[in-house]
């Protein structure tokens, strides 16, 4: 599950989406024929958000091995075979190429300089997600929110997802930034409230739902952003920093797009975003979030029951 690399890095290998074989043109979980999949979600969607006059942006969250695969202590995967460069080559050939936001050669290019992903997690940290947004503002022509270095931090050891599986388990001294101060959040959905609560352990996330409404902010439109735990609904998160950043921002848990609610909301503009890894499932063509919901909710409930009933049977 997790590769002890050089300085104290640590790399995801395993899991439900057998990160080490991702990195493959011909075998594995993903090579260049599923990956097409996903290139031609992105130029369907260009196409369909062009239609509605919405501009359209799509984020790759690169896996950390494919930015810093140079701190592997043995060799696991060829860095130069990440999904996220043979999915650029694809969409280079198409004119939906544009609609890709580069993240892997700045990432690259900052690595040696800063700590882009934390050594004991799979996430970015408050420098990686930096480096996002101002890579997706400068691919928008949005203004990007100026004083972001003085906002509030917390700093403190804490066990992270990849430190927690080795036994012993390996602490980290994080800063976790509180970009949220001019943005309010107006909306949540059941699964919002659902994944916020403690007993769940943020396992019921897909289908969550959240809005922001920002006067202040320097970009006068909305933007709708499906994503991912790299957007989430933390304050130190992409999507806060967005939302600091546009007038009005609707956040869904989701690697597919909701189109009925795109043209309910009228945004603006519509940005996805995907981790790497879980790129080995390709997007469903369609994806309604109030039923999502529903179904989260009617899990939710049971495992209510299932804790009450391992409850009594104690």
């Not at 929110?145 to 066990?159: K, M, Y």
């Not at 930034?177 to 309010?184: E, G, I, N, V």
């Not at 959240?210 to 006068?220: G, I, S």
């Amino acid at each position: 599950m997790v590769h002890q690399g050089r300085d104290g890095w640590l790399f995801l290998t395993g899991g439900a989406n057998f990160v080490t074989t991702l990195y493959s043109r011909e075998g594995g979980n993903l090579p260049d024929v599923a990956l097409a999949r996903w290139r031609d979600a992105i130029i369907a969607r260009r196409a369909r958000c062009a239609a509605l006059g919405l501009r359209y942006a799509h984020l790759v969250a690169p896996e950390k091995l494919t930015i810093h695969g140079d701190r592997q202590s043995a060799p696991l995967v060829d860095p130069e075979l990440a999904p996220a460069l043979r999915l650029r080559e694809l969409l280079d050939a198409h004119p939906g190429g544009s609609a890709l936001v580069d993240l892997v050669a700045p990432m690259r290019r900052s690595r040696d300089a800063v700590d882009l992903y934390w050594r004991t997690d799979t996430h970015w940290t408050p420098a990686g997600c930096r480096l996002a947004y101002d890579a997706l503002c400068a691919a928008l022509d949005l203004a990007p929110v100026v004083d972001l270095d003085a906002r509030p931090f917390v700093e403190g050891a804490r066990l992270m997802d990849l430190g927690v599986k080795l036994d012993p388990p390996v602490w980290e001294t994080i800063r976790e930034m509180h970009w949220l101060r001019d943005a309010s959040r107006i909306y949540e959905n059941a699964v919002a409230r659902l994944l916020e609560t403690p007993r769940f352990g943020g396992e019921i996330h897909v289908g969550c739902h959240v809005r922001y409404q920002n006067p202040q902010a320097p970009n006068d439109c909305r933007l709708m952003l499906f994503g991912d735990s790299f957007c989430g609904v933390e304050p130190y998160r992409l999507t806060a920093l967005l939302a600091e950043s546009v007038r009005e921002l609707d956040f869904i848990w989701s690697a597919s797009v909701d189109w009925r609610l795109v043209r309910r909301v009228k945004p603006d503009i519509v940005v996805t975003e995907m981790a790497e890894r879980f790129m080995s499932t390709p997007p469903a063509a369609h994806f309604d979030v109030r039923v999502t919901a529903l179904r989260q909710r009617v899990l939710a409930r049971r495992r209510r029951f299932e804790t009450w009933l391992r409850g009594r049977r104690a």
